[in-house]
Structures are given as C-alpha cells and as structure tokens.
C-alpha cells in the first residue's frame, strides 16, 4: 500500500509568515509523529498523537509551533510567524498501533526555509 | 531523558567490504527499544533494523546485523558484503517502552556512509 506523503516537499517563507505542512500517514495507523530535522542534524521529536488525541507536544519548541488530527488521520503541523531557526526539514511518521511500542514509517518530509 | 551518540560523522569503505557504525546511548530505562534507520539523499527514512533491549539474540536483516551490549549500552551495526545502494545516512535510535501509548524516538546525529566503487 502507500506510504507516509507529506506535501509540499518545499516551502520557502518569508519570516513572519505562517505555514501549514500536511501529513498522511499510512491508512489505519492509529499512532502519527512528527519530528524537526536541523540541517546535518537527527531528527528531534515534536509531538505524538494516538488518533485524533495529542498525547504529548513536549517536543513543539514554543507556541508558535500547533498540530492537530482532527478526524485521526490527516494531521497538519501550523508554524505561526515564521523565524529563520524553523528552517528544517519537518518529517512525519506513522505507526499501526497504539499503546504498544511499534515500528514507525517516515514520510519524505518538508523542507521549510525560512527568508 | 535519554540520548544516542554516533561518535562517527563519516565513513568510506569500498564496496563489497564489511563496515560497523558505531552507536552508545545513556538511559536510565530497563524496557527500551533501539533502531538503525537509513535515510538515502531523498531523505526518505527506512528502518534498517530494530531490537528489543528484552532479547539477548542480536537481531540481523539479511546482510545487516547488530551488536548489542546492553551493559555497555552499547549498538552498533555491521554491514557485510557493502553495495553501492547502502550510501546513505544512518542513524541510531531509541524508544523507551511506554505502557499507555507509543513515544517519540531519539535520535543519534548520524553517520554519513559512503561506498565507493
């Protein structure tokens, strides 16, 4: 079946702008991550959902940084005004079950530039 | 909180030969779970291999195995028999056994393969 997409592959901002990057994960995975990759940098974690249930945002960086699942599927990571240090690639992943520790599948990610 | 450290930024080897990258991590948890993944330059993130901190049989993948020590928190990969298709990044990972739902991985900063011909 499909993968994790993520759309767009490449967004160029202008600082102070706000962009939405969607995700959609692998049909009937109930868990969706999100995760901040710095250039020549792993990826960090942002922020876990178990359907449309956010269970942990600790990793979101400041409040300027929103996710939602609304309906459990489709997820939209929101940065509000942009800065220069949101620029990454922003990757998502999905996995089959939940409360259980399980292999989580990457989309190709976003690569946010912020001018 | 945990962290992995790769202390390798970049390796060479020619092809057909075989290649550890190294991996440690720092945790305080008993029931984890560790992971190689590779990211080729489109930057799509595929798992190479996982193991369950609970087993002491090393998991292997074909030509991809692991070394895991777990005293040591020790976890590096082995790739035998190198191909030009393994050039990539690869990253170590961690995941702590969470009973009430899934967690975030912890990522290593990677080691940047390179097979040349």
């Known amino acids: 079946g499909a993968g994790v997409s993520q759309s767009p592959r490449y967004k160029v901002a202008k600082r102070g702008q706000d962009v939405a990057l969607r995700c959609d994960p692998i049909?009937?995975?109930?868990?969706l991550f999100w995760y901040q990759q710095a250039l020549g940098q792993g990826p960090e974690f942002l922020t876990y959902?178990?359907?449309?249930?956010?269970?942990?945002k600790s990793g979101l960086p400041s409040d300027r940084f929103f996710a939602e699942r609304p309906e459990g599927s489709v997820s939209t990571l929101k940065i509000q005004r942009t800065q220069q240090e949101d620029s990454a690639v922003y990757l998502c992943?999905?996995?089959?079950?939940?409360?259980?520790?399980?292999?989580?599948?990457f989309g190709p990610g976003t690569r946010l530039t912020v001018l | 909180a945990q962290t992995v450290t790769q202390s390798q930024p970049e390796m060479s080897v020619q092809e057909a030969e075989t290649v550890t990258l190294s991996c440690t991590y720092d945790?305080?948890?008993?029931?984890?779970?560790l992971f190689w993944y590779k990211q080729p330059p489109s930057r799509q993130m595929i798992l190479v291999i996982r193991?369950?901190?609970?087993?002491?049989q090393n998991a292997t993948e074909n030509r991809f195995s692991v070394n895991f020590q777990k005293a040591a928190k020790s976890f590096s990969l082995k790739i035998s028999d190198s191909q030009l298709g393994d050039t990539a990044m690869y990253f170590c990972?961690?995941?702590?056994?969470?009973?009430?739902?899934?967690?975030?991985?912890?990522f290593g900063k990677g080691t940047h393969l390179i097979i040349q011909p």
């Open positions: 992943a999905s996995s089959r079950l939940a409360g259980l520790t399980d292999t989580q599948y």
């Open positions: 049909s009937g995975h109930v868990s």
């Open positions: 959902f178990q359907n449309e249930a956010q269970l942990d």
């Open positions: 945790t305080s948890e008993n029931n984890y779970y």
């Open positions: 193991q369950e901190a609970y087993k002491q």
């Open positions: 990972a961690f995941m702590k056994h969470a009973a009430g739902g899934a967690d975030g991985l912890t």
